[in-house]
């Protein structure tokens, strides 16, 4: 089973500009997607308060969200989780 994660952020929520945070995503080397929510669309129909957030995503569901900044170690274990709670 595959797992998918997406990594969702606002330019216009954050005050920043796409242009840097696309330098953000170099600069920390984010190799896995990220969506740009321009208009803060996205973010206003999920209720979403806090950014950036990441979701894992397995067969077009979202499995679980992780608000905020996470690191690497928490996207592995939060995916095994998921994997162990079957």
Known sequence: MCYKILYIVSPKLERKSTKTIKKIIKKKEINFPVLMDETGEFFSKFEIISYPN??????????????????YEKLTDSVEKIKNSK
Do not use: D
């Open 54 to 71: 990441t979701f894992i995503v397995k067969e077009s569901k979202i499995k679980l969200v992780i608000p905020g900044a996470t690191t």
